[in-house]
């Protein structure tokens, strides 16, 4: 009976597979990786680090991970790329021998030995080409991953100019929003009470700049909803609408996703530290 590895079996040995190029080039560039294994999955790799130093936390694992692997990426997008004078130059070199056996044996003309040199210049470069682009793509996806794992500890990763910052969502957020001065509810056909609203405010107020607002807006409506913070009797239409004008111009989107499908641990942990702090 023959064997068929599962989908989840066959993404990983790809997942491996690509990080053992990754690992290959970066090993060539003289540049180690202790967060990227082809042998051992996340957990396994953090279990041994574990083993290491008892002291170790995930989050510390965690945040180090993430700048070393944004080092990484950074490394790897200025290498610069190897030019055809320089990959000819390596073949002439390594294959040698078997130049100097084609000319004796096989009567290799000047021609067809420059045609044969092209033809592998041509190829190393294709493989060089696609290896920079599989080992770019998988330490993308590793930046990626860590970021969601750090996420389970409301723990959000910002980049700007080349530098990392860690913050918590929503832990400055009575220093850097005020909410006008309201004595009623302004909205009465759409927020329950007047608490309702201002939750609605501060949560505005953080996920309007958000590049993911399409799904954050989803977010706001559904869980409000669920906690019943929003009347029934406002349909995901006529939140949408409201939402989509002034002052708010949120352009959310036409259909509002499910709740399963736009809620996060962050955005769970920032609704949970305002409706705690409002009720």
């Known amino acids: ?15 491996f597979e690509n990080r053992k190029i990754a690992i290959t080039r970066l090993n060539k560039l003289g540049i180690s990786c202790p967060y990227i294994s082809d042998i051992f999955t996340y957990d396994q790799l ?20 993430i700048v ?17 004078k320089e990959v000819e130059d390596q073949i002439r070199i390594k294959e040698k021998d078997r130049i100097e ?4 044996l096989d009567g290799f003309s000047e021609k067809e030995e420059k045609e044969w040199v092209a033809k592998n210049v041509k190829r190393k470069l294709e493989e060089d080409e696609g290896s920079k682009k599989t080992t770019l793509s998988t330490l993308k ?3 990626t991953q860590f970021k969601i794992n750090l996420g389970r500890f409301n723990i959000d990763v910002s980049i700007n100019d080349g530098k990392i910052h860690f913050v918590k969502p929503g832990e400055d957020l009575n220093k850097n929003f005020q909410v006008d001065t309201i004595t009623e509810n302004p909205n009465p056909d759409i927020f329950v009470d ?10 505005h107020f953080i996920f309007k700049d958000s590049k993911h607002k399409l799904a954050d807006y989803s977010f706001i409506y559904r869980k ?27 352009e959310a989107e036409p259909i509002f996703k499910t ?10 942990n920032i609704y949970n530290l305002i409706a705690k702090d409002q009720y």
């Open 194 to 203: 007047l608490n309702a609203f201002i939750i609605f405010k501060k949560l």
């Open 141 to 143: 996806k590793e930046l």
């Open 1 to 15: 009976m023959e064997f068929y590895p599962s989908k989840n079996e066959r993404n990983l040995m790809r997942l």
């Open 259 to 268: 709740y399963d499908n736009c809620k996060t641990d962050i955005k769970e």
């Open 101 to 104: 056996s084609y000319r004796k």
């Open 68 to 84: 070393c692997i944004f080092d990484l990426i950074t490394k790897v997008e200025n290498e610069e790329d190897l030019t055809e």
């Open 224 to 250: 409000m909803s669920l906690d019943q913070l929003i009347h029934e009797s406002c349909k995901p239409e006529k939140f949408r609408k409201w939402i989509n004008a002034e002052p708010y111009l949120a």
């Open 46 to 65: 953090y279990l041994q680090k574990v083993e290491q130093d008892f002291n170790l936390n995930e989050i510390t694992f965690l945040k180090e991970g």
